[in-house]
């Protein structure tokens, strides 16, 4: 079972549109959790952080769901620039170490 | 803005070669890692080091990998004899000490591209 699976995507959407990504994650003992953004060719960069009582940053909101272990990334009004591949990220519990979703791809069209 | 740097940004190797990939970690950070990215797939940790010893590793960590900090500014990762399945892009990482060990937040490098041929 793959510890951090996400949409295998790509998902094809307009400027403007509000678009969903979803992750689940076997090891119930994770203990972080991260959305990164990964450009093509690219090093993975943190978007955010995800907490337990949901978090926005601007046009990003992330929520996370323990009992469920499934963490989201909402996108509203969705620009060009946000085009690219979005991992979802966990750490297990007394580890720092990073563990990766194969990513879900964003491509915004104007 | 402090960054993390990789040196080459393009590695060509033949199978069998040792290659030497290079990495300057941000100048405060105690935490540094290796992850690699076959094309393709997901971004993978290798290993992770700190206080100048190796603090977790992965199984794709074998003999084969070694990693070194041989300087107050350098973070090396060695494979010693490369095979093709080796070729991937190669990313170093690091974090600066939190409140109760490495920061969550990992900076990582524009990578190295290793093919093997």
């Known amino acids: 079972r793959k510890e951090v699976e996400q949409d295998p995507g790509p998902f094809n959407v307009p400027e403007g549109a509000t678009v969903a990504f979803n992750c689940t994650y076997s090891n119930s003992a994770s203990q972080s959790f991260f959305w990164y953004r990964q450009d093509c060719r690219k090093e993975p960069k943190l978007l955010m952080s995800v907490y337990s009582s949901g978090n926005e940053d601007g046009r990003f909101t992330a929520q996370l769901n323990r009992a469920s272990q499934y963490i989201s990334l909402l996108i509203r009004d969705s620009k060009l620039s946000d085009s690219a591949t979005y991992l979802c990220v966990v750490t297990h519990s007394g580890y720092s170490t990073l563990t990766f979703g194969k990513g879900t791809m964003l491509l915004v069209s104007p | 803005e402090p960054e993390v740097t990789q040196t080459p940004s393009h590695q060509v190797t033949q199978m069998g070669q040792e290659v030497i990939l290079r990495c300057v970690p941000i100048?405060?950070?105690?935490?540094f890692y290796w992850y690699r990215q076959i094309l393709g797939q997901k971004v993978e940790f290798l290993v992770s080091?700190?206080?100048?010893?190796?603090?977790?590793k992965s199984e794709i960590f074998d003999d084969q990998f070694s990693v070194e900090r041989p300087d107050g500014s350098n973070f090396t990762l060695k494979i010693r004899s490369t095979k093709l399945e080796d070729s991937a892009m190669y990313f170093c990482?690091?974090?600066?000490?939190?409140?109760?060990?490495?920061?969550?937040?990992?900076?990582f490098g524009p990578g190295t591209r290793l093919t093997v041929l």
């Open positions: 990482a690091s974090s600066e000490l939190g409140l109760a060990g490495p920061s969550n937040e990992q900076f």
């Open positions: 080091f700190y206080n100048n010893e190796i603090s977790e």
């Open positions: 100048s405060n950070h105690l935490y």
